[in-house]
Nanobody, 124 residues
Framework: QVQLKESGGGLVQAGGSLRLSCAAS????????MAWFRQAPGKEREFVAV????????AYADSVKGRFTISRDNYENTVSLQMNSLKPEDTAVYYC?????????????????WGQGTQVTVSS
């Protein structure tokens, strides 16, 4: 499995921006589609965004479409999530996930490896 480590979380006011990064190691990064999920207190983990292995295709949850952008750097073995116009309801632990295959799935079970998460808190 690929090892994943997230960074970039923090506290931000509503309307602000944050950029999350996830560094991958241990396997060939371009073998993996990459995604971000999040989990708010008392709620199930939910899909946020996914990017395919080449970076040519992306998909987003409706709740973040137009505000969040996923990208990847296949030279640096990183995937990022630029989050703009943040809302209090975006508050959650954000997880990076890797899928050893192609496609743009939104289901948790489709992913093979997970990071430990990074906290994002948006104050009103």
């Amino acid at each position: 499995q690929v090892q994943l480590k997230e960074s970039g979380g923090g506290l931000v006011q509503a309307g602000g921006s944050l950029r999350l990064s996830c560094a991958a190691s241990g396997r060939t990064f371009t073998d993996y589609a990459m995604a971000w999920f999040r989990q708010a207190p008392g709620k199930e983990r939910e899909f946020v965004a996914v990017i395919n292995r080449s970076g040519s295709e992306k998909a987003y949850a409706d709740s973040v479409k137009g505000r969040f952008t996923i990208s990847r750097d296949n030279y640096e073995n990183t995937v990022s999530l630029q989050m703009n116009s943040l809302k209090p309801e975006d508050t959650a632990v954000y997880y990076c996930a890797a899928r050893f295959s192609e496609g743009l799935p939104s289901m948790l079970w489709a992913y093979d490896s997970w990071g430990q998460g990074t906290q994002v808190t948006v104050s009103s």
